[in-house]
Nanobody
Framework: EVQLVESGGGLVQPGGSLRLSCAAS????????MKWVRQAPGKGPEWVSG????????FYADSAKGRFAISRDNAKNTLYLQMNSLKPEDTAVYYC??????????RGQGTQVTVSS
């Protein structure tokens, strides 16, 4: 059974940082491109960042460039998203999703990120 379990979300002040993790199981993690997708309240899902299976190519939405960093550890079957300089508009549920681009794919239950003073 494919499982993706996100963690690391929480409440953070504007300008703060969070590191999200996604533990994968039930498939050959190192053979699959991965991405982070977020969904803010009342809005549709938004692609944030993707990484290829070899972890040597990363891709970012304009909203994430220069502030977020996606990475993965294939030995640990884990995907990460380091988020710095967080803004209130980054508030959303963040999902770990299979695939490199777009918003479709297998996903976990998500982790809530709230940026507020």
């Amino acid at each position: 059974e494919v499982q993706l379990v996100e963690s690391g979300g929480g409440l953070v002040q504007p300008g703060g940082s969070l590191r999200l993790s996604c533990a994968a199981s039930g498939f050959v993690f190192g053979s699959v491109d991965m991405k982070w997708v977020r969904q803010a309240p009342g809005k549709g899902p938004e692609w944030v960042s993707g990484i290829n299976r070899g972890a040597d190519r990363t891709f970012y939405a304009d909203s994430a460039k220069g502030r977020f960093a996606i990475s993965r550890d294939n030995a640990k079957n884990t995907l990460y998203l380091q988020m710095n300089s967080l803004k209130p508009e980054d508030t959303a549920v963040y999902y770990c999703v299979t695939g490199r681009y777009g918003t479709s794919g297998l996903r976990g239950q998500g982790t809530q990120v709230t940026v507020s003073s």
